[in-house]
């Protein structure tokens, strides 16, 4: 292993010169204007792998954006990795409030910043240099790999979804390796076991057919804007928990294992508050802050829009409203089940003045991995030597839709071997990916391959 | 009279014309670069009160628009009337829904569509054409006028109001005619005699630093769009009644005498809801929709905003949100108390853990005047001779702040004659006005000078 560990080490600056590159493509999915970007992001993944070593890549063409597949299997015998990410990135409003701009990496304090940095095109690419510096000093990996490396992972997965389901022959495997998580704190090894689920609506309230004078009708007809706050506002009662009806009859507890762990963590509630910017942490009543992120389903609208906008005063009632609401779901709520009590939920307390139209976006389910299985303990153990100090096990509040799709299509328990940070702004202006994170991620990733082989 | 009317009526084509002419001038108030069409507009009429016969014409200056005034004062021991109007007129946005350009003037039906055509031009441009019919003919009138026309009323008449306030000598006068509302239907002479007040407030929450992961935070920290949703909807109760303590304790209910004028009006819900274009209308229990528009104070939400509002799904916590919720008040409602009271409200109900900022916009108070005025009566029996028909009596859901600036400065009861629709898209394409009201309007105007001077 040593040749391979001072491969990585020499080859610092290349990773970041490279991942530069990589961060130069603005490849957001969600926008269709970026489809040229999308396709430059996924040829550039393509030829790392190729230029790896990686034996057979292929550029799979989808109803969305394409997903970029390469295998290496000249290990028989050995087990077989799927090493997935994802190469889209987030939009980058509000653009004002970026310090550089979100496609031209900056170095600062030891940290890269661009749009994507830790999320996730810093992540996926430490696996394609680990493979690299097997085959660049040993000629051949210790196992089996295949990557799958997507371009829609912001929007949902869809068409990965639908691939996995079509192609389970090719990506046939022992383990799903995933860098797509965060480490509980700077350099401390971490694990991930728990993901939220996730279930994306929209509520579209229309009142009369176009907007209309408040002198003249106010008080007189519904107020598309006031019906959607009213219909916001019942989706919690006082206590902060969620009113729709059977929206916990699934949600597990935490177990004995779990709380001791937890504690174990030292968890900072101020360190927290910190990091979100708030000067007080606000969640449901009788539950820890740990718990409102990892454990407890949640609420949140996010982004509302109606009526006026501009600056001034404009004195009318507006046609439409519309809101964005989403759901985190845990163990073992269902998605689907979940829209139909949210829509059902929201139909029933409109008004009959108004139209209500509720659309289910996206969604995804929750998940908990194995931390038993052979491939968890040997990620353990590889972060635990790249690191130096002990692996810790935390669950997180977000989602990775496919993650659900490879443990149940592909019959394995995923990997969550993460390196971001939850401070990194994935998502906000200003992402970031920690440097040192990256070169350690590399590692962890080459002792993984090893450790895993034998 | 005889001889007034008959002049009257054999000019209906010239003063057509001349309204085109007036039509033609740009003179949008709140757009800078119609600074020279606001100009050329208080020039036209300074320009046609002086070939009316009004002896002394000044355009004042302001820091702002300028305000023409004129007077003739040859009728000692009359009354002194003060007629108000306003050049300016509304943008034009959105202008493709415009049928024809909305400064070239076009006649269709027996309507002139063009922006300001009912609002205000087409009124004010009435009594400078009555005024005239009496020097052509008598060579004087048979009281005493001041004619105060302004090129700010879009935009909230600041200007006018100092002007006012620095000039109640020249301004003296015993009652103030306005033509600035509308008819109660097509053809019906009509006084209005309520206007309800306006203060239109902002508010904006403000929750983390900046827009966070909702996977990462969700659940622990407060939503600002969430938390505004709830402040709205806690602006109401279940009956449509609203909730800011002390908001209703000035309303004045609605008198005997007015509930039987109300029903002689035979007002159609289902018309009304058809020009609203709603199924059903909706409002405060206990009243009828006439007392919703005209009697009861509302609120409403005129805008909303947070988050993300673009296609698709962005899974954030947003950083801030806000709204635009404004208030039309009814006699004797205070703008000023109901401003504090609102935001003491507004800031009681939101958490601690956001910061909210409520800003009040403007205002405008509410404002009834006397039926039983001299000028009132005269101008009720000049319409009825007019029109042929018994005049009704309304209130208009709708604010003009400068009628209760009159009404406080110069202590006079003004006359709110109107001869416009409110189906006559005034603030909206196509605005136009109808060719018939505008001569019955010139009528009712001169009728009302003799009745007014007897």
């Keep these: 292993m040593l040749e391979v560990i001072s491969f990585i080490n020499n080859n610092k600056e290349n990773y970041i010169n490279e991942l530069k590159d990589f961060l130069r493509i603005p ?75 979100p496609f031209e990496p900056v170095i600062k304090d030891g940290k890269i910043f661009a749009r994507g940095a830790t999320d996730d095109k810093g992540q996926l690419y430490v696996h394609i240099k680990s493979v690299e510096a097997y085959f660049k ?98 989706l919690h009662d006082k206590n902060g928990k969620i009113t729709i009806p059977h929206f916990y009859s699934n949600v597990k507890k935490l177990t004995k294992k779990e709380k001791t762990n937890f504690r174990l963590l030292k968890f900072s509630e101020k360190n927290f508050a910190k990091e979100a910017g708030v000067n007080e942490l606000y969640g449901e009543k009788g539950f820890s802050t740990l718990e409102h992120i990892w454990v407890r389903p949640t609420l949140d609208c996010n982004g509302i829009c109606g009526g006026f906008t501009g600056k001034g005063a404009k004195t009318i009632i507006p046609s439409v409203a519309t809101a964005k609401i989403s759901m985190r779901l845990v163990p073992d709520q269902d998605p689907r089940k979940i829209a139909r009590e949210f829509t059902k939920h929201i139909k029933r307390n409109a008004p009959k003045s108004v139209k209500v139209v509720v659309k289910e976006l996206h969604s995804a389910y929750p998940i908990m991995t194995s931390l038993n299985d052979k491939a968890a303990v040997a990620a353990s153990l590889a972060m635990e030597k790249a690191f130096g100090k002990k692996t810790v096990y935390i669950r997180d509040g977000g989602s990775v839709p496919i993650v659900t799709v490879f443990a149940k299509k592909l019959k394995v328990s995923p990997v969550l071997m993460g390196f971001g940070l939850n401070s990194e702004n994935l998502h906000s202006p200003n992402e970031h990916f920690d440097l040192n994170h990256f070169q350690l991620g590399i590692i962890s990733s080459a002792l993984f391959l090893d450790t895993y082989s034998i």
Excluded at 204 to 231: C, M, R, W
């Design 27 to 101: 490849s957001i999915s969600t926008l269709p204007k970026h489809k040229n970007d999308i396709n430059k992001a996924a040829e550039f993944v393509a030829g790392k792998l190729t230029s790896a070593g990686i034996s057979r890549v292929n550029i799979f063409k989808t109803e969305g954006h394409p997903i970029v597949y390469g295998e290496w299997l000249g290990a028989p015998g050995k087990p077989v990795v799927l090493i997935y990410g994802h190469y889209d990135v987030q939009p980058v409003d509000p653009i004002e409030k970026w310090n550089s701009p």
């Design 137 to 234: 000093t040993r000629g051949s990996l210790p196992l089996n790999v295949k990557f799958l490396i997507e371009g829609e992972e912001e929007t949902g997965s869809e068409n990965l979804e639908k691939f996995i389901i079509n192609n389970t022959d090719l990506l046939k495997c022992d383990s799903v390796l995933i860098s797509d998580t965060d480490l509980y704190t700077a350099g401390v090894p971490t694990l991930t076991y728990g993901l939220r689920g996730l279930v994306y609506m929209e509520v579209e309230v229309t009142g009369p057919f176009q907007d209309l004078h408040s002198g003249t009708f106010g008080g007189s007809v519904a107020n598309p804007i006031n019906v959607l706050a009213d219909l916001i506002s019942r």
